[in-house]
C-alpha cells in the first residue's frame, strides 16, 4: 500500500461492482463519498452519516455494511457491490423486481440499501424465514411503508431465485 | 358489460416510480450536481431564550475556502416567515428564541468546510429565562416569547378556540356516569429517512430553488418575501421526496429563504443539507397535548355529554399551529353522536421546539384521548368497547359532536368496526386474552409474567382543508399528437403515490392504458397552485381537478368519435394489445372481443384527426370542496373518512415492555383508486402511528432535544412492526373522483390509541401518556400496586 503520509494520501485498490480499482484517496475519505462523488453511484443514499439508518448500506465482500462510517483505506483491498451492480443491463435482479410487485417502494430513499440486505440475506440464507428476513433487515430503516410490503416482496424474491437455481 | 366499467382506476397497478427507485434511478435534491456549487450551513442558537449581543464572524471569514457568513443584516426583504403569521425569523435578529433558530449562515467551497466554520463563529449572548411548560406560560407572570403581541398573541397564547353545542352542564346532571381523566399525548418526530435539503441557483435576477419540498409554493411566497422580489421571478422544482409527513410542509421556507439568499447575492448554486441533529433540531414536532377530558353517559352506555380541554405546546411558532388547533378542536369529541358537548383549545408560545403540520395534524393526540375514554367509561360500565361504541358512533344522518349533518356521509363507519371486529376475531379473543391473564397472574411457574390484550380505536377524519378555508385546486391536461398526456398539478410526490393514483384518474378519464400518462413534477413557474400537498387532500381535490382538466382535454376527441361512430356518447375500451378504442356507449363489447366488433374508432386516429382539424386537445380542471351550505354556513369539512384499528398486544409485566403483536385496520377510503398503495398508507401509517403510541418519545429539558438522533429517538424498526391486515372499506362520495376520499392521515390516526386500549386491555389499567414505552409501562403498573 503506497502512502504520502505528508498529504494524507494512501493508494487503495478495491473491485467496485466487478471493476477493480486503483486510486489516491484522502485517508479520511467516507466510502459514502467515494461511491456518490468519484464513482457517480447515486443509488447509495445518505439518511444519518452516523450508521443509524440503513439508507447507504453496500455491500462489502458480500456483507451489508453503512458506508457512511466506512473510510475508503478500510476497503482496501475488498469488493464493493452497490445497488448499480446488482442490475445487469436491463435485467432486474429478482430482489429489485419483487420491490415494484409487491408495492414495497414508497418515498424510495431507504429502498436501495433494503434491497442491498435482502439481498445477502437471500445469498446467505435461500429460504429464510419471516423471522430471519424481518432480523436482516432491521438495520434498514422504513418510514414509509411499515415494513409489510418490503418483507412480502423478499418472500416472493426468495421463492423466484430458488426456481432459477432449480 | 355498459359505460360504467373501469379500465384504469381501482387496479393495483404497478407505481409510476417504482423502477427508478429501485434501480437507484430516481433524482432526489443530493443528487444533483451544479457547476462552482457552493455549501451552506447555519449557526443555530445555543440557548432557548437569549438577546443576541454580538455575532463574532472574523475567524471563521479567515477560513480560505469560506466565501461568506450572512445574518439578518444580509436579507434584503422581510426577515419573517411564516404561512398563518409572520412569526419566524430567517436569521434571528436580536433574540433567539429556541434551539433551532438560525443565527448565521456560512457559505463555503466544501461541506467539511462549512462545518468548520460554523464552529469558529462566536456569539454572546444574553441568557434570559425561558419557559418550557405551556401551562406556566399561561401564568401572568411568565417570561412572554413574543413580548409585543403582534402576532394576535395575548400574553404566551397564540390562539384559543373552542365551541359549545347543547347544554353541557344539563348533560352532566342527566348523566348516570361520569369519567374524567387527563391524557399527555407527546411530541413525535417525522423521521423521513432523507433530511431537509434543497439547491438554489441564481441569476442576479432569477431565482430557482430545487428542493424535497411538500408544498412547493409555500416556499415561493416565503422566498420571494425574503428576498422582496415578486414571485414570478422565483421558480420552486420539487425533485423525488425522501419522505415528508407534514415535516416538509412550511418548514424548507426558512431553509430554502436562506440558500436562495446567499445564491441571489453571489451568483452562485447554493446546497443546504440538513445533518441528522440540525433537521430534529430545526423542524416541527407534532404537537404534544394535555387533554382534559370528562365524558357523560348513561347507565346503559348512551353519552350525552363531553366537555373537551386541549392545552397544547406551540414552541416559539406559529407555523401551521392554528390549523392544527381547528381539527384538534373538530375531532375532539371523536367520532360520536353526543348531544351536549364543549371544547376549550389554547395553543401557547414556549421556548421549545415548534410544533406544526404532522400526518393526522392534532387528530392522533385527540384520538389518544377520546378513545382511551370510551375503554375507560366501557370499563366501569362492565360493557364491552365494541358495543359501546356502535352504540354511540355517528351515522349517515346524524349529527357530529361538532355540530354538523352528516348528510352526505356516515356509513362507513359502522362499516369500519364490524370489519374490523370480524376479522380480528375480536370476541372470541377478548374472552381468550381475559382468561390468559386471569391464569396467569395466579401462575408462578413461567419464567415470562406476560400479559395479552386487543384493543381498538375508531375514528372519524374530516377530509381536506375545512370551511371556511377554500379548499380548491387546479390541474391542466394536454394530450400530444402521438396520444400522450402530460398532467400538471401543483401536488407533489412524497412517496405517497401522488404520480400513480393522479395517473390512473388522468388515464381513466381519457380512456388511455397508464403509462400514456405522464405527470410533471411540481414547477411553481409552469404548474398552477394547487394548494398545499396535506391534509389527505391529494387523491379527492387535486384528483378531481385532475379528472376534469382530462375531461375536458378529451372532449374534442369524444366529439369527433361520436360524429364518426353516429352516437351522442362513446366510451373507452382498451384492447388486450393496449390500443384504445372508442365505441358507442351503450356498446356490448368486452375487451377481448374489441377486435372483432365494428363499431369503433382508433384513439390514435382521433388525435391525429384533430390536430388535422386544429382542435384544442387541452384541458383545465379546475374544483373547490362543497364546504359551502345553501343557507350560508360552512360544512366544518365537505366529507369524512372512516377507520377502525384493532391491535393485539403482549405486555411484560416486570419490564413494562410492549409488543404489538398484530394490527387489523380498516379505512373507508370512498374508492381505492389504487388498492395497491391505498394497502401501503394504511400498513405505513399504521407502523407510523404505532411508533407514537408505542415508542417513539422526544426528551426535552428546558428547550434543547436530548436525543436528535435515530438511535436516540426510536422509530420502529421491521423487528418491532408487527403483522398487519389492512382493510378497505368504500363508501362512495359524491365529489371526490370515482368516489375516492382521503386516506394519507386517518391511516395513522386511530393506531396510537388501539394500542393503548390494548396495553389497557392486557395489564388491567389505562396508559394514558405516549408513549407506552417500558418505562411508563411499568410506572403504571407500579404506581397501581
Known amino acids: 500500500m503506497g502512502a504520502d503520509v505528508k498529504k494524507n494520501r494512501l493508494k487503495v485498490q478495491y473491485v467496485l461492482n466487478g471493476v477493480l480499482i486503483s486510486t489516491m484517496v484522502d485517508t479520511g475519505r467516507r466510502l459514502i463519498d467515494q461511491l456518490r462523488d468519484t464513482h457517480g453511484l447515486g443509488s447509495v443514499k445518505e439518511g444519518c452519516g452516523t450508521g443509524e439508518c440503513g439508507a447507504c448500506t453496500t455491500l462489502v465482500d458480500g456483507k451489508g455494511m453503512c458506508s457512511c462510517i466506512l473510510l475508503v483505506p478500510q476497503i482496501n483491498g475488498k469488493e464493493i457491490t452497490t445497488l448499480e451492480g446488482i442490475t445487469t443491463g436491463e435485467i432486474l435482479h429478482p430482489v429489485q423486481e419483487k420491490f415494484i410487485e409487491e408495492g414495497a417502494v414508497q418515498c424510495g430513499y431507504c429502498t436501495p440499501g433494503m434491497i442491498m440486505s435482502a439481498v445477502q440475506l437471500l445469498s446467505d440464507n435461500p429460504e429464510p424465514s419471516e423471522d430471519e428476513i424481518r432480523l436482516a433487515l432491521s438495520g434498514n430503516l422504513c418510514r414509509c411503508t411499515g415494513y409489510s410490503k418490503i418483507i412480502r416482496a423478499v418472500q416472493a424474491a426468495a421463492k423466484a431465485l430458488s426456481k432459477e437455481g432449480n | ?785
Open chain 2, 1 to 785: 358489460m355498459t359505460g360504467e366499467e373501469l379500465l384504469v382506476v381501482g387496479k393495483p397497478l404497478r407505481r409510476v416510480d417504482a423502477l427508478d427507485k429501485v434501480t437507484g434511478q430516481g433524482i432526489y435534491t443530493g443528487d444533483l450536481k451544479f457547476p462552482d456549487m457552493l455549501h451552506a450551513k447555519v449557526k443555530r442558537s445555543e440557548h432557548a431564550h437569549a438577546r443576541i449581543l454580538r455575532i463574532e464572524t472574523s475567524e471563521a471569514e479567515s477560513l480560505p475556502g469560506v466565501i461568506r457568513i450572512f445574518t439578518s443584516k444580509d436579507v434584503p426583504g422581510e426577515n419573517n416567515v411564516g404561512v398563518i403569521v409572520p412569526d419566524q425569523p430567517v436569521f434571528a435578529e436580536d433574540t433567539v428564541r429556541h434551539y433551532g433558530d438560525a443565527v448565521a449562515m456560512v457559505v463555503a467551497e466544501s461541506e467539511d468546510l462549512v462545518r468548520k466554520a460554523v464552529d469558529l463563529i462566536k456569539v454572546d449572548y444574553d441568557v434570559m429565562p425561558g419557559v418550557f411548560d405551556p401551562e406556566e406560560a399561561m401564568l401572568p407572570n411568565s417570561p412572554l416569547v413574543h413580548p409585543d403581541g403582534k402576532y394576535g398573541n395575548e400574553g404566551n397564547v397564540l390562539s384559543k378556540m373552542g365551541y359549545e353545542k347543547g347544554d353541557v352542564e344539563k348533560g352532566f346532571r342527566d348523566a348516570d356516569i361520569i369519567v374524567e381523566e387527563e391524557y399527555r399525548p407527546g411530541y413525535q418526530e417525522h423521521a423521513f429517512i432523507e433530511t431537509e435539503r434543497c439547491i438554489a441557483t441564481s441569476d442576479g435576477r432569477n431565482v430557482t430553488v430545487y428542493g424535497s419540498l411538500q408544498c412547493p409554493f409555500y416556499v415561493r411566497d416565503a422566498v420571494a418575501g425574503a428576498l422582496g422580489i415578486p414571485r414570478a421571478r422565483i421558480r420552486i422544482i420539487q425533485t423525488a421526496i425522501g419522505g415528508a409527513f407534514g415535516g416538509k410542509e412550511d418548514v424548507p421556507s426558512e431553509l430554502c429563504a436562506r440558500a436562495a439568499l446567499a445564491a441571489y447575492i453571489l451568483r452562485r448554486p447554493v446546497r443546504k443539507i440538513r445533518s441528522r441533529e440540525d433537521s430534529i433540531v430545526m423542524h416541527t414536532k407534532r404537537h404534544p397535548m394535555i387533554i382534559r377530558h370528562r365524558l357523560g353517559a348513561t347507565r346503559e352506555g348512551e353519552l350525552v355529554a363531553a366537555r373537551v380541554e386541549i392545552i397544547s405546546d406551540q414552541g416559539a411558532y406559529c407555523s401551521v399551529g392554528k390549523y392544527v388547533q381547528k381539527r384538534a378542536m373538530v375531532h375532539a369529541c371523536g367520532a360520536y353522536d353526543i348531544p351536549n358537548s364543549k371544547v376549550d383549545t389554547s395553543f401557547v408560545y414556549t421556548n421549545n421546539i415548534l410544533t406544526g403540520a404532522f400526518r393526522g395534524f392534532g387528530g392522533p393526540q385527540v384520538a389518544v384521548a377520546s378513545e382511551l375514554q370510551m375503554d375507560e367509561l366501557a370499563r366501569r360500565l362492565g360493557m364491552d368497547p365494541l358495543k359501546l361504541r356502535l352504540k354511540n358512533i355517528v351515522e349517515k344522518g346524524g349529527i357530529t359532536a361538532k355540530g354538523q349533518n352528516l348528510d352526505n356521509c356516515g356509513k362507513g363507519l359502522r362499516e369500519c368496526i364490524e370489519k374490523a371486529a370480524n376479522v380480528s376475531q375480536w370476541d372470541e379473543k377478548r374472552d381468550a386474552y381475559e382468561k390468559f391473564n386471569e391464569k396467569m397472574k395466579h401462575s408462578s411457574t413461567g419464567t415470562l409474567n406476560i400479559r395479552k390484550g386487543i384493543g381498538m380505536s375508531s375514528i372519524m377524519y374530516g377530509v381536506a382543508l375545512g370551511g371556511p378555508t377554500p379548499d380548491s385546486a387546479t390541474s391542466t391536461c394536454q394530450i400530444t399528437e402521438d396520444g400522450s398526456v402530460i398532467i400538471t398539478t401543483g401536488g407533489t410526490e412524497m412517496g405517497q403515490g401522488a404520480k400513480t393514483v393522479l395517473s390512473q384518474i388522468a388515464a381513466e378519464a381519457v380512456g388511455v392504458p397508464l403509462h400514456y400518462v405522464t405527470i410533471l413534477d411540481a414547477d411553481t413557474s409552469i404548474v398552477q397552485n394547487s394548494g398545499p400537498s396535506v391534509a389527505s387532500r391529494i387523491t379527492p381535490v387535486i384528483g378531481e381537478a385532475t379528472r376534469r382538466g382530462a375531461k375536458e382535454a378529451v372532449s374534442e376527441i369524444s366529439n369527433l368519435a361520436c360524429k364518426l361512430l353516429g352516437v351522442n356518447r362513446v366510451r373507452s375500451v382498451i384492447a388486450p394489445d393496449g390500443t384504445p378504442f372508442s365505441v358507442p356507449a351503450d356498446a356490448m363489447v368486452k375487451k377481448a372481443d374489441i377486435d372483432k366488433f365494428p363499431d369503433k374508432v382508433d384513439y390514435h386516429e382521433l388525435v391525429r384527426s384533430c390536430y388535422g382539424e386544429a382542435k384544442l386537445l387541452l384541458g383545465v380542471g379546475f374544483c373547490s370542496t362543497p364546504t359551502l351550505l345553501e343557507n350560508g354556513e360552512y360544512r366544518d369539512y365537505y366529507t369524512y373518512s372512516f377507520a377502525c384499528h384493532i391491535a393485539e398486544v403482549e405486555v411484560d409485566m416486570d419490564t413494562g415492555r410492549v409488543m404489538v403483536k398484530k394490527l387489523t385496520c380498516a379505512n373507508d377510503v370512498g374508492k381505492a383508486i389504487n388498492p395497491q398503495t391505498v394497502e401501503g398508507q394504511i400498513e405505513g401509517g399504521a407502523v407510523q402511528g404505532m411508533g407514537y403510541g408505542l415508542m417513539e418519545e422526544l426528551v426535552t429539558l428546558n428547550g434543547r432535544i436530548l436525543n436528535p438522533s435515530l438511535v436516540d429517538y426510536h422509530i420502529p424498526t421491521s423487528l418491532d412492526a408487527p403483522q398487519i391486515t389492512p382493510l378497505i372499506i368504500e363508501e362512495h362520495d359524491s365529489f371526490g373522483p370515482y368516489g375516492a376520499k382521503g386516506i394519507g392521515e386517518p391511516s395513522l390516526i386511530p393506531t396510537p390509541a388501539a394500542v393503548l386500549n390494548a396495553v389497557g386491555h392486557a395489564i388491567g389499567l389505562a396508559v394514558r401518556k405516549t408513549p407506552a414505552s417500558p418505562e411508563n409501562v411499568w410506572r403504571a403498573i407500579r404506581d397501581h400496586r
